[in-house]
């Protein structure tokens, strides 16, 4: 069974441009988790998707990121205009729809912001 | 709010010595507790888990116990190998507040050296 993807595995960007991330989440997993893991710190959720409804967005600092999950399976985290302090692993993650499945981490994406 | 404390590293052991990391949390509801690790250069993988209080759960040597009365999910293992450098991440999921979503620790990592 493939496992979750992303990409790109790495991108570098200047300060106050855009970027976008994209996964594809596990066949038939209807949850899709994106989180934001900071060098030396846990991840951190930014949002939480059940099918292509929003369930959890409280941490997404919606000034500048924005994301979506079109058709309920593959999702992009877009980022614009990026900061210093984007600097990070961006994860994205997938589950079956009950609460307390397992998730299942894809590689990440690795940005740095210059 | 929900919160995981696990100790600090990095950890640095010699081969076939005993691991413990601690890990305490705080939760309002009934959490599910995992342990992740994280290989260089990899993405995070569930290692183990338990999801009521006195499960054990195991996996690859690993253990950890949900213990309700102390609030902790400390990981052991008895014989380290240099295969398991990496850095392991304490969560939490707590049912009863956002559905899914994992609460993280910092992190600790790892080293085994032969």
């Known amino acids: 069974e493939a496992g979750v993807a992303q990409s790109p595995r790495y991108k570098i960007i200047e300060k106050r441009q855009s970027v976008a991330f994209w996964c594809n989440p596990i066949?038939?997993?209807?949850?899709l988790y994106w989180y934001q893991q900071i060098l030396g710190q846990g991840p951190k959720l930014l949002i939480q998707?059940?099918?292509?409804?929003?369930?959890?967005d409280s941490q997404l600092p919606k000034d500048r990121f924005s994301a979506e999950r079109l058709k309920g399976v593959d999702s992009t985290l877009k980022i614009q205009p990026a900061k210093l302090e984007d600097s990070a692993v961006y994860l994205c993650?997938?589950?079956?729809?009950?609460?307390?499945?397992?998730?299942?981490f894809g590689p990440g994406t690795r940005l740095l912001v210059l | 709010g929900d919160s995981v404390t696990q100790m600090e590293g990095p950890v640095t052991l010699s081969e076939e010595a005993f691991l413990t990391i601690n890990c305490t949390y705080t939760?309002?509801?009934?959490?599910?507790l995992f342990w992740y690790v994280q290989y260089p250069g990899e993405g995070l993988q569930l290692l183990l888990k338990?999801?009521?209080?006195?499960d054990k759960g195991s996996n690859k040597g690993f253990e950890a116990t949900y213990r309700k009365e102390t609030t902790s999910f400390h990981l052991e293992k008895g014989s380290v190998q240099v295969s398991d450098s990496a850095v392991y991440f304490c969560?939490?999921?707590?049912?009863?507040?956002?559905?899914?979503?994992?609460?993280f620790g910092a992190g600790t990592q790892v080293v085994v050296t032969p």
């Open positions: 993650a997938s589950s079956l729809a009950l609460p307390g499945e397992t998730q299942y």
């Open positions: 066949s038939g997993h209807a949850t």
């Open positions: 998707f059940q099918n292509n409804g929003v369930v959890d």
């Open positions: 939760a309002t509801g009934y959490p599910s």
């Open positions: 338990a999801t009521k209080a006195d």
């Open positions: 969560a939490l999921s707590d049912l009863g507040g956002s559905w899914g979503k994992l609460q």
